[in-house]
């Protein structure tokens, strides 16, 4: 178990003005933020994300999506990070996710669900490396 997870806040929610909501939910569960930036994804980039959806149908929707607006990518701290970020943001469908998730309060539909976490410690380091160096990763 890693203490540390990956998140990006994605275009629809950074177009919606939710970067300081989300933020606010993420640090008070308790998390620290230990790399944070806003960026913009070109297509290549997202498509070497998410990567490993290559085959599914949704996949050029997603990279198209991803690469449409700027995302705010980050690396947060906390125990048991990965499994409490996931109860944090709630399920892929809004519908469906918890009341006071993240995605419950500020996504739209299963496409665009506001926010982005790892689903496993192993692609929390993959993805926090993907997006950050070494160096730009802090601790407390």
């Not at 309060?105 to 926010?115: C, D, H, M």
Request: charged share 20%.
């Amino acid at each position: 178990m890693s203490n540390r997870t990956f998140t990006m806040i994605k275009p629809d929610a950074v177009r919606a003005g939710h970067i300081g909501n989300i933020l606010e939910k993420i640090t008070n569960a308790g998390f620290k933020i230990v790399a944070m930036k806003l960026t913009q994804l070109s297509a290549d980039k997202a498509g070497a994300f998410y990567a490993v959806h290559k085959e599914r149908p949704f996949y050029q929707e997603l990279v198209d999506f991803m690469s449409s607006g700027p995302i705010v990518a980050a690396v947060l701290e906390k125990e048991n990070a990965v499994e409490d970020f996931r109860k944090l943001i709630g399920a892929t469908n809004p519908a469906e996710a918890a009341p006071g998730t993240i995605r419950a309060l500020y996504a739209t539909n299963v496409g665009e669900n506001a926010v982005h976490g790892s689903d496993s410690d192993e692609n929390a380091t993959i993805e926090s490396n993907f997006h950050f160096a070494g160096c730009d990763m802090y601790a407390y």
